[in-house]
């Protein structure tokens, strides 16, 4: 079992930053690919970044590459989501989530366990 817990959001003006964490507890964190997805009101939850389980491949929905950075530290069991240059279109709850796949990241169906989220508010 892994518990995850998110971190970071926030109320922020376009054009801000901010980082999220996702620190997970129970065994073996550093076994699981991490995924950051969001879900806006009304909308499906969509996918925004993955990384695997060291590090060593990223993978970023087309319109957040460049401004999203996913990365991770397995000896604080934490991963992150480095969130620049936000919009208003940006805002959403955002869930962090561990897969034992290294494949399909892109995927919600893959992902086994599940933080609670926290919410993201970027106004104009």
């Known amino acids: 079992q892994v518990q995850l817990i998110e971190s970071g959001g926030g109320l922020v003006q376009a054009g801000d930053s901010l980082r999220l964490s996702c620190a997970a507890s129970?065994?073996?964190?550093?076994?699981?690919?991490v995924g950051w997805f969001r879900q806006a009101p009304g909308k499906e939850r969509e996918f925004v970044a993955a990384?695997?389980?060291?590090?060593?491949?990223?993978y970023y929905e087309a319109s957040m590459k460049g401004r999203f950075t996913i990365s991770r530290d397995n000896a604080k069991s934490t991963g992150y989501l480095q969130m620049n240059s936000l919009k208003p279109e940006d805002t959403a709850v955002y869930y962090c989530?561990?897969?034992?796949?290294?494949?399909?990241?892109?995927?919600?169906?893959?992902?086994?366990?599940w933080g609670q989220g926290t919410q993201v508010t970027v106004s104009a």
């Open positions: 989530a561990a897969s034992i796949y290294s494949d399909y990241l892109r995927s919600a169906q893959f992902y086994d366990y």
């Open positions: 129970g065994r073996s964190f550093s076994s699981y690919a």
């Open positions: 990384i695997s389980w060291n590090g060593g491949n990223t």
